[in-house]
T-cell receptor, first 116, second 112 residues
Framework: EAQVTQNPRYLITVTGKKLTVTCSQN?????MSWYRQDPGLGLRQIYY???????DKGDVPEGYKVSRKEKRNFPLILESPSPNQTSLYFC???????????????FGPGTRLTVL | GENVEQHPSTLSVQEGDSAVIKCTYS??????FPWYKQELGKRPQLIID?????GEKKDQRIAVTLNKTAKHFSLHITETQPEDSAVYFC???????????FGGGTRVLVKP
């Protein structure tokens, strides 16, 4: 089954404790992206990657890191989480055409993060 | 960068009536406009999209219209049903770029 998976689905942590949210897709998509969803603000892009070893900042990258060592995986790293990073996080993937996103983005199930 | 505004933020309609959600965008270079539906507790899923070379696209009870001159696009849902109740997001991007900018979302409630 074609899908995007994320782990963990729920996480409660404390300020400053490093954490990683994993994202994996089995559709051989070049493009992967992370979003955070907050009430009234829609989905805001954190980082994206056009291919292995190619990553770039989205609209809200502060406090986050990513890596793309393999095509299927795109982990999101919070090195020192703070309460304002409490949010619902979605990973997404898509095919590309040339240098651009091809079309539909397939979303993972989401990770609800609470930072105390 | 691109800015997408979406209205209304909430919309309540009677079953069988139509629902219309409007979005405006700021970057005239944007040429790809998808709409995503997110049911409660679920992930967003694409329901329809339109590219700038067409003015309207339909898929059964949903349609999207695009006015590039005015930089706005709209989602139309006809004959609404309870299963249409969800949050709907519009988005905009340009196909030479890699960023998708979303609107703030519209919570649609279809009352039986």
């Amino acid at each position: 089954e074609a899908q995007v998976t994320q782990n963990p689905r729920y996480l409660i942590t404390v300020t400053g404790k490093k954490l990683t949210v994993t994202c994996s897709q089995n559709m051989n998509h070049e493009y992967m992206s992370w979003y955070r969803q907050d009430p009234g603000l829609g989905l805001r892009q954190i980082y994206y990657s056009m291919n292995v070893e190619v990553t770039d900042k989205g609209d809200v990258p502060e406090g986050y890191k990513v890596s793309r060592k393999e095509k299927r995986n795109f982990p999101l790293i919070l090195e020192s989480p703070s309460p304002n990073q409490t949010s619902l996080y979605f990973c997404a993937s898509s095919y590309t055409t040339g240098r651009a996103v091809g079309g539909e983005q397939f979303f993972g199930p989401g990770t609800r993060l609470t930072v105390l | 960068g691109e800015n997408v505004e979406q209205h209304p933020s909430t919309l309540s309609v009677q079953e069988g009536d139509s629902a219309v959600i409007k979005c405006t965008y700021s970057d005239s270079a944007s040429n790809y406009f998808p709409w995503y539906k997110q049911e409660l507790g679920k992930r967003p899923q694409l329901i329809i999209d339109i590219r700038s070379n067409v003015g309207e696209k339909k898929d059964q009870r949903i349609a999207v219209t695009l006015n590039k001159t005015a930089k706005h696009f709209s989602l139309h849902i006809t004959e609404t049903q309870p299963e249409d109740s969800a949050v709907y997001f519009c988005a905009a991007s340009w196909t030479a770029g890699n960023k998708l900018t979303f609107g703030g979302g519209t919570r649609v409630l279809v009352k039986p």
